[in-house]
Every structure is written in structure tokens, then in C-alpha cells.
């Protein structure tokens, strides 16, 4: 799994990887799309939105998601202690749901996943944290017995001569 919601190196990954490889955008947006027609992203810091935005695309769902938001904090104040992380990430799901008439939020930072679960019960709408998405969609992978295919262009790099 990669755990970043950049999907940092996602690809290179499952060349090197006999088993599934997931990464946490990847799966959120998934996810997402299977519980809402939309979806607004809020994340941590403004330059992450541009990262998000090539991932909507480079996935197919850029028609899915209503926008992007960032809290304008980095991903380490989600661990501070303060609280002031985890309350901005709040308040900007309220206000994303208020402006863009999404029916989910996708969490855009790996940092964020312990938040899903209580927001998601205060603002009654799916709050998607891309770590548990991504674990489930391996474990669903693993039980059907399938894996990062072989052939074509994920097929495993020559060896060095």
C-alpha cells in the first residue's frame, strides 16, 4: 500500500510487486464514486490540490469530484497535539459539503484517516479515508485471488546484466 495521497512511486510499485498495490488516492476515489455521484477532496496544504487534480484525471475521476480543498496546514499539525489540524479539516468538510453539493469527502492526506469515522457520523455522509480503502480493496484483491498482472507494461523490469 502506499500510504501517501500522492500515490507517490504507485506504479513502479506493482512492476516490482507480485501482489496487488494500492494506493490510498486511488482507492478513496474509488470508494468515493461507489457511494456518492460527487465528491469534494479536502487535503493539507494548496500545492497537494495540484497533485489531486492530476490524479483525478490520470484515475477518471475528475467528472466526479465537485472540488478541492486544503486546510492550509501541514501534514505533521494533524500529529501536534493542538487539535487546530483536526478542527480545520472539520470545518472545511462542512464547508465543502455547504458549497459543493457533494455527497461524500475524501480525506487527502494518509495523516487524516483516524478523523473519517467521527465525521462522518457528525456530518452524515460518507467520509472517506483513503488508508482503510486502500487496505480493504487489497484484502477484496487477495481473497479473489488476484494480482498485479505480469503482462505488458506492469510486467516485471529486466533483470541487470
Known sequence: MIACFGDPG??????????????????????????????SIVTTLPRTLIIARHLLHQYGFHQHCAALHAIDLPVLALEDGSGLAQEKVRERCIRALKEDGSGAIVLGCGGMATLAQELTRELRVPVIDGVSAAVKMVESLVALGLATSKHGDLAFPEKKR
Open 10 to 39: 504507485l506504479l513502479a510499485a506493482r512492476e516490482l510487486a507480485q501482489g496487488p498495490v494500492i494506493g490510498i488516492a486511488e482507492a478513496a476515489m474509488h470508494m468515493a464514486t461507489m457511494v456518492a455521484t460527487r465528491f
